[in-house]
Structures are given as structure tokens and as C-alpha cells.
């Protein structure tokens, strides 16, 4: 199972950005997509997540500026990210459940003031 993700890069302060990430190779029902983040020196954290039945979480420092979707049929999700911050600056990690936790190598998304 590979994930691989896309849309990371340099953007001002108030932009935006897409990520997507594609899930590929032998997996079975995906219960949970999500992305979270790691900033240099900090722990990752989620950023959001959707699970099969839709239903969404996010990180309050996210909420309202950054939606999260899945395509079910192209095993893809998506962050849509709005009023970007400095503060999310980051690597962006995609995660799936599916039994087992797999993740992607990251994208870094650089957001300047």
C-alpha cells in the first residue's frame, strides 16, 4: 500500500492551497483518511480527518479555514486549505485506516508573512 501525496509548496500568508493524496496497491474498506502535520521541533498532530460515513474532525487551529473530502472511488483525499497562517508551516502527512495505519512521506507547505 503506497500513499502518495500532492499540492505541497510556497504560498503567502492568506492563500491557499490543495492537497490530495492517492492511496494505491491491495487495500481493503478505508475506514479513516486524514492529514496531520509536523512543524519543525513540534510533535505531529492531526489536522483533520474523515471517516467512511463522512463524518469530519478537525484541529481548532484549523476549523472553519481548511476542509477535508474523500473520493471513494479513486481512494483519494483531499485538504482544501484556506486563510493559510505562518503558524502552517509545515510537513503534511496523509494517513489511512484500514486495519492497519499507513501513511505517506509528507509534503512540505510553507507559508510566508
Known amino acids: 500500500v503506497q500513499l502518495q501525496a500532492f499540492g505541497g509548496g510556497l504560498v503567502q500568508a492568506g492563500g491557499s492551497l490543495r492537497l490530495s493524496c492517492a492511496v494505491s496497491?491491495?487495500?481493503?474498506?478505508?475506514?479513516?483518511m486524514g492529514w496531520y502535520r509536523q512543524a519543525p521541533g513540534n510533535q505531529r498532530e492531526l489536522v483533520a480527518r474523515?471517516?467512511?460515513?463522512?463524518?469530519?474532525d478537525y484541529a481548532d487551529s484549523v476549523r472553519g479555514r481548511f476542509t477535508i473530502s474523500r473520493d471513494n472511488a479513486r481512494n483519494t483525499v483531499y485538504l482544501q486549505m484556506n486563510s493559510l497562517r505562518s503558524e502552517d508551516t509545515a510537513v503534511y502527512y496523509c494517513?489511512?485506516?484500514?486495519?492497519?495505519?499507513?501513511w505517506g512521506k509528507g509534503t512540505q507547505v510553507t507559508v510566508s508573512s
Open positions: 496497491g491491495r487495500v481493503l474498506r478505508i475506514n479513516v
Open positions: 474523515i471517516r467512511s460515513g463522512s463524518s469530519t
Open positions: 494517513n489511512v485506516f484500514s486495519g492497519l495505519d499507513y
